[in-house]
């Protein structure tokens, strides 16, 4: 079993920033990526970013490029999420989560373990 705990969300006006934090534990060996989505009220869950824990490349939303970066820090277990010139359309619950493989990394199957999500709102 793996355990995240996600940290970081808020309030924030548009154009404000939020760094969003995923400590990772348990039976972590067997995690090779970990990922960020996000999912707003009536709306499906959506891919954000992911990133490689060996060696840190990445995948990013088309929606979220530019604005948004991912980042690991393999001492802690722990994964960034630093979000940028935030948008009112980024209103949502965000989850992390970890995948055993990189196929499928921009898809919610693609996943074994979630966290429980920390809430993100941005005003107009």
């Known amino acids: 079993q793996v355990q995240l705990v996600e940290s970081g969300g808020g309030l924030v006006q548009a154009g404000g920033s939020l760094r969003l934090s995923c400590a990772a534990s348990g039976r972590t060996f067997r995690a090779y990526a970990m990922g960020w989505f996000r999912q707003a009220p009536g709306k499906e869950r959506e891919f954000v970013a992911a990133i490689t824990w060996s060696d840190g490349s990445t995948s990013y939303a088309d929606s979220v490029k530019g604005r948004i970066t991912i980042a690991r820090d393999n001492a802690k277990n722990t994964v960034y999420l630093q979000m940028n010139s935030l948008k009112p359309e980024d209103t949502a619950a965000y989850y992390c989560?970890?995948?055993?493989?990189?196929?499928?990394?921009?898809?919610?199957?693609?996943?074994?373990?979630w966290g429980q999500g920390t809430q993100v709102t941005v005003s107009s």
């Open positions: 989560a970890v995948s055993e493989g990189w196929t499928e990394v921009r898809l919610s199957r693609g996943y074994d373990y």
